[in-house]
């Protein structure tokens, strides 16, 4: 078994394989994923609505975090950790430093942080010190009350633009993946082709990297409103194990996303 490293996202991205990537919040669910190929797992802040019950990611704190960090960190062996930062995290460059410290000491392998060009400097100080960073553009759901709901980002060519200027600028700034939510097809392919680094998307079209679900939404528990770029992989499968493992074809084959996925 060969760990998936940063090394392995780039050497997909230059052989133009996608790889796959879910949500994970639990030892079990994460050592299901793992066997079943999934490339990245993230401890996301979506844990805070799929886990407990809140209606955005806002109310999740670090220690929250924290702790299923340390849960899927025991459940998976070959998959890379990817671990959110939560809402105001990024109140200064301390709190930052310190807070991405206590997830890495948990046990994650790549910090995601939401954020705009302003997080250039924040990234650039985590980078400098060791820590892998995961940019998160388009739809970013801390800041959900701004955006006035989930909305798709970027249908306006300014918008757009502004989002493949940023990707660029976090890039330099030192971030090694970029993840982006909620965005026209032609956003995502247009960031994909701007970057070196690794691109994954979620709503964001099949033209980029690696595809990412919150695994609730692959077993058909999405409750109430079910966004457009999600599928039911439990559909046709015996257990969780094949529903993730026939997510992980789907997306290495590139049949996931397809064409009613995209905005
Ligand atoms: O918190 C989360 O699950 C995420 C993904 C939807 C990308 O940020
Ligand atoms: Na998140």
Redesign the pocket.
């Known amino acids: 078994m060969k760990r998936v490293t940063l090394n392995t996202l780039r050497d997909c991205k230059a052989r133009g394989e996608a790889f796959s990537c879910l949500?994970a919040y639990d030892a079990t669910l994460a050592r299901c994923a793992d066997s079943a190929g999934i490339d990245v797992l993230?401890v996301?802040?979506?844990l805070g609505m799929v886990l407990q019950g809140h209606a955005s990611?806002l109310p999740v704190t670090l220690e929250d975090i924290r702790y299923h960090t340390k849960c899927v960190a025991r459940g998976k062996q070959r998959s890379l950790l990817m671990v959110?930062l939560p809402f105001m995290s990024n109140a200064d460059t301390g709190q930052l430093l310190r807070d991405a410290g206590e997830l890495m000491r948990a046990g994650a392998e790549l910090i995601?942080i939401e954020g705009e060009a302003w997080m250039a400097d924040g990234i650039r100080e985590l980078s400098r010190r060791g820590v892998p960073v995961c940019a998160?553009l388009g739809l970013t759901?801390q800041s959900v009350h701004q955006l006035g709901g989930f909305k798709v980002q970027g249908k306006a060519a300014d918008d757009a633009e502004r989002i493949v200027q940023d990707a660029r600028l976090l890039v330099e700034a030192g971030a090694s993946v970029i993840?982006l939510?909620c965005v026209p097809r032609v956003v995502g392919r247009a960031v994909r082709e701007a970057v070196d680094a690794p691109v994954i998307g979620?709503g964001a079209g099949p033209d980029v990297d690696g595809q990412?679900l919150?695994m609730h939404d692959t077993l058909g528990l999405s409750s109430g409103y079910v966004p457009r770029f999600v599928q039911n992989f439990l559909k046709g499968q015996e257990s969780i194990e094949a529903a993730f493992g026939a997510y992980d074809e789907a997306v290495k084959s590139r049949r996931f996303p397809a064409e009613e996925h995209c905005f």
């Open positions: 949500t993230l996301g802040d979506s990611t959110d995601k998160h759901p993840l939510e979620i990412i919150v």
